[in-house]
């Protein structure tokens, strides 16, 4: 083990752990990963470096990063989860090394990067923060709420209840203090927030822009505007201003414009809520027309917090839903009624947004609407409510798990039902069963018109009757108990034969079959319903039962033994014929290979003996086993392939049968590496791609080489040209400068108006050069000049230098001509 | 809920079906197209020639792999792609979400 350990630092420095390494590695800083695949690798080295240089500060230092990670942590994430945000701030600052710090310009690229470190981290450690505030906010959301009710009025309650807010004690006031520090610290780099903000909308989903042109024109004052923005495009979750920004910009004006409240995330909801609740009460005012609705979605509010799995993350939600259900049970108690217009709230109230905002709002509403009876046990509630705040999602929980044990237990008295029904159904069988074998037993037939004596002897036949036997022994037996009856039985038979009724008795001669005529061809008496006892009966019921099933299953014992036969046949031709493919394709590997290495090394014959190959492809022990395959093999071939010709040949004295390969190798050139050229575009731009319109004339684009495969002199002239050719219908370019040293490949383009510049951001951005995605964003014209003072001066419009009215062509010859130069150092 | 995105609530709503990567939230054209030039890293040309989109269960099983842990996949969300924080948080909320949702 402790080698081990010490053969594995040894590898820590050249990083070639093993997958197994470095899963046993992390594993022994108690962190368990997933596979690691090729995909995963790098992050977990990440990890691993990560994880270790933790350890080692955690030597050295104190406990401060511990007990940062402690305050950072969120209820989110893993066992180091809370750890990690604090390392991850510590190596950020530590061990970021922007290598476009070091260029002598002004730093123009390393600012915007280095603005997204610090913002990166702020982002962090405002995410954390928000997730433990929003813990402790919401109990200071609910007292808004509750207060808003009390109020009724709820158009200027936002303002009332921003201010409430703002004034609350305890949280709100380091709520407040934070934001201070958070608001000064963006607003160092937020001259960089033009740039940035459409660099990073430029990803970002829908209305981004649009929310930030809605707040900005909202708000006159430039630099906290630019922080409320620029925040907003930070936070993961800023798009709820789209909600807020479209809908309740005005209120947004109306309310003292206070950059910090604003900008703070938590805060931002409160608003939204707020907001959201102005706005809904016109178009709730006609759906909501009875408490009873309102209870009804209230009850249904917890199965769309169940379903939808969001909530739990979203706390102030969960604590709005809470407030519902709170009050939804008082409601219980109050008014059980209503049915009828339930069905109709049923409907018209989807799972969404506004659904919840108006059930938010409706209480509230109700609660406007003269019910003072009930506010007063609301006031006793409250306080209760407030101390079970964190208890009721578990409520809502536990509903859901009441709701899901109700239906288990209909579940289970379905179970029953079922049982029954089967119980049931195997009873009837049975007891029809039974009653077919009485039914069979009972023979009554009533023979009416018998003599005296035909009844004697019919007596003395019941008794052959209930002995079941059939012959004719009884007969004499009769005979010798009584002997006078003897010529009754002689006119007994013959009475039987010719009447036609079904006395029980049936009389068959020697031949089976012959209508009887003389009393003398009788030679069986056989009855017809015989009276057996159960048991008897039963037994032969239940040997014929199983002998025709026995039959049946020996029938269909056969049919299936046939079919199974039959597919197992036809899966081992499957199977042969499988093999027999991949053979075939084995052999077209090798011979192809051979004549490609015959090929470079004229040495070797181009053909190779047939059963050289199939000792190559073959292991031994398969051998006599894949006989049968091989020659299929060599028989499909021969038949099927057009590329290999058998051939007799003489090798070292004996003759072989061989095999040639007769495919002219095609040539492709593998590497047709792209230089210089556009290639194309990788998707369209819309508005969600890019800013709805050009800000500043300047542009900056990325990556369009890389400095250190550069080889050349001119190739950065070759950028411009491509640039220019590119951007050839807009003629306001005025200055280009390519940086030479960034790292990202870094292209300065100033145009003559923002128009142009547009027309420009549109052609270039997105676009594929050089089998390199090409990124492009605005720049400010000071920062612009202030790099490059010599573009002050140009207003001249650039172009491609061979194009003068002419067609792209000698351009695009030139730059593949110039671009085959360098190809060399490409590939 | 309502915190978030359109885009986000489109992904989280329904089964992810064959969507491309672009409808993660967070993701959009310039990163997609990285993401798809990473997964076509192997041996073949890059982007342009060809038009196959890169699906979304392509980072849902990168989300998978790192056992759904946000921190890691925001991680290699970032070396791969070249994303920033922001976006990286967002799309691994969304996918968390959706397998919330859908696993």
């Known amino acids: 083990m402790i080698l081990n350990a010490a053969h594995i630092l040894s590898k820590m420095a050249s990083t070639q752990l093993t997958d197994e390494e470095l899963f046993s590695e992390l594993k022994r800083f108690g962190f368990t990963p997933g596979p690691v695949t090729e995909n995963t690798r790098p992050v977990y080295l990440k990890k691993l470096k990560k994880l270790r240089e933790e350890q080692q500060q955690r030597g050295s230092r104190s406990g401060k990063t511990r007990s940062g990670g402690a305050i950072n942590s969120t209820s989110g994430g893993g066992n180091t989860a809370g750890s990690r945000p604090a390392s991850h701030d510590v190596t950020h600052l530590s061990s970021s090394r922007r290598p476009g710090r070091k260029s002598s310009v002004l730093g123009f690229s390393s600012d915007e990067s280095d603005a997204e470190a610090p913002l990166k981290r702020e982002g962090l450690n405002h995410s954390s923060k928000s997730d433990r505030n929003s813990s402790l906010l919401q109990q200071t959301k609910v007292r808004p709420v509750t207060t808003s009710r009390m ?51 430029g990803d970002e ?67 939204t809520g707020v907001a959201a609740r102005q706005v809904n009460p016109p178009d709730i005012l006609n759906m909501v027309a009875s408490r009873g609705e309102e209870e009804e979605v209230n009850r249904r509010d917890p199965s769309p917090a169940s379903r939808c799995h969001n909530f739990a993350r979203k706390p102030i939600y969960v604590s709005l839903a809470e407030n519902r259900a709170g009050e939804a049970g008082e409601n219980n108690h109050v008014d059980g009624e209503d049915e009828a217009p339930r069905s109709g709230s049923r409907s018209r109230f989807a799972i969404g947004l506004r659904p919840r905002f108006s059930n938010y709002s409706s209480l509230s509403q109700t609660y406007r609407g003269g019910h003072p009876n009930h506010t007063a046990p609301n006031h006793a509630h409250s306080p209760a409510v407030l101390k079970q705040r964190l208890s009721v999602p578990e409520d809502d929980l536990l509903q859901q798990f009441k709701r899901d044990e109700v239906a288990s237990s209909s579940s289970f008295s379905a179970h029953y039902l079922s049982m029954f029904l089967l119980t049931a159904a195997c009873l009837f069988f049975l007891l029809l069963g039974l009653m077919y074998l009485r039914m069979r037993g009972s023979g009554s037939s009533e023979v009416d018109g018998v003599s005296k004596c035909l009844t004697n002897v019919q007596a003395a036949i019941q008794l052959f009757i209930l002995q079941g036997k059939w012959c004719l022994y009884l007969v004499s037996f009769v005979q010798v108990q009584n002997p006078e009856f003897d010529g009754f039985i002689e006119t007994a038979l013959e009475w039987i034969i010719r009447t036609g009724q079904d006395v029980g008795i049936r009389l068959t001669g020697q031949v089976a079959d012959d ?50 036969y039959v597919k197992y046949r036809w899966r081992k031709e499957e199977e042969q014929t499988r093999q027999m493919y991949d053979m075939v394709e084995r052999i077209i590997d090798v011979l192809r290979s051979h004549s490609e290495a015959c090929q470079e090394n004229l040495d070797l014959k181009p053909y190779l003996p047939i059963p050289h190959v199939r000792d190559s492809l073959v292991q031994p022990q ?94 950065d002239l070759a950028i411009h040209e491509a640039i220019l050719e590119k951007c050839h219908d807009n003629d306001g370019i005025v200055h280009i400068a390519v940086d030479k040293n960034s790292r990202e490949g870094c292209v300065y383009v100033k145009c003559l108006s923002a128009e142009h510049s547009g027309r420009a951001f549109k ?57 085959a130069a360098h190809s060399s150092g490409f590939s | 809920m309502s915190t978030s995105t359109q885009k986000h609530r489109d992904f989280v709503g329904e089964p992810m079906g064959d969507k491309p990567v672009t409808s993660l939230s967070g993701i959009g054209g310039i990163l997609g197209e990285k993401l798809r030039h990473q997964s076509l890293r192997q041996g073949e040309t890059p982007g342009p020639f ?13 989300f998978l792999l790192l056992k759904k842990d946000p921190e890691m996949f925001t991680e290699w969300l970032r070396d791969t792609s070249g994303a920033n924080s922001r976006q990286a948080g967002l799309c691994s909320q969304c996918l968390r979400e959706w397998c919330d949702a859908f696993l």
């Open chain 1, 515 to 564: 209508p009887l005529i003389d009393v003398s061809e009788i030679s069986r008496l056989e009855s017809t319903h015989p009276k057996m006892p159960f048991m008897c009966r039963f037994r032969r019921a239940f040997l014929t039962v199983i002998s025709r099933v026995f039959l049946i299953a020996v029938v269909a014992g056969c049919a299936w033994s046939v079919v199974y």
């Open chain 2, 50 to 62: 060809l038009t196959r989109d890169l699906l979304a269960y392509v980072v849902l099983g990168q």
């Open chain 1, 151 to 201: 109020a009724t009025k709820i158009q200027f309650g936002a303002t009332s209840t921003l201010n409430s807010n703002n004034s609350s004690p305890g949280p709100g006031g380091q709520r407040s203090v934070s934001l201070g520090w958070g608001v000064r610290a963006r607003s160092r780099p937020s001259p960089e927030a033009e740039g940035r903000d459409y660099d990073e909308s």
């Open chain 1, 622 to 715: 398969d051998r006599s086993k894949m006989m049968k395959v091989w020659e299929r093999a060599e028989r499909f071939l021969s038949a099927n392939e057009s590329r290999i010709r058998k051939e007799s040949q003489r090798i070292d004295g004996g003759d072989f049968l061989v095999w040639r390969w007769i495919q002219p190798s095609l040539s492709c050139d593998k590497t047709l590496m792209p230089s210089k050229v556009w290639q194309g575009k990788a998707f369209p731009l819309d508005r969600r791609n890019s800013p709805p319109n050009s800000l500043t004339p300047c542009l900056k684009i990325r990556n369009m080489f890389d400095p250190v495969m550069e080889v050349g002199e001119s190739w």
């Open chain 1, 763 to 819: 052609a270039l951005h997105g676009s594929w050069f050089d089998g390199k995605l090409v990124t492009v964003k605005y720049l400010r014209l000071d920062r612009y000049h202030q790099r490059f003072p010599q573009a002050q001066g140009s207003s001249t419009p650039l172009m491609a230098s061979s194009l003068h009215g002419n067609a792209p062509g000698p351009t695009t010859n030139r730059l593949q001509h110039r671009g």
């Open chain 1, 205 to 271: 989903d829908d209305h981004e822009g649009g929310m930030e042109q809605n707040s900005r024109s909202l708000n006159g004052s430039g630099a906290p505007h630019l922080n409320a923005s620029k925040l907003a495009g930070d936070y993961s979750d800023s798009d709820e201003e789209e909600v807020m920004g479209r809908s309740a910009g005005d209120q947004l004006g109306r309310s003292p414009p206070k950059a910090g409240f604003h900008s703070h995330k938590a805060g931002q909801r409160s608003q």
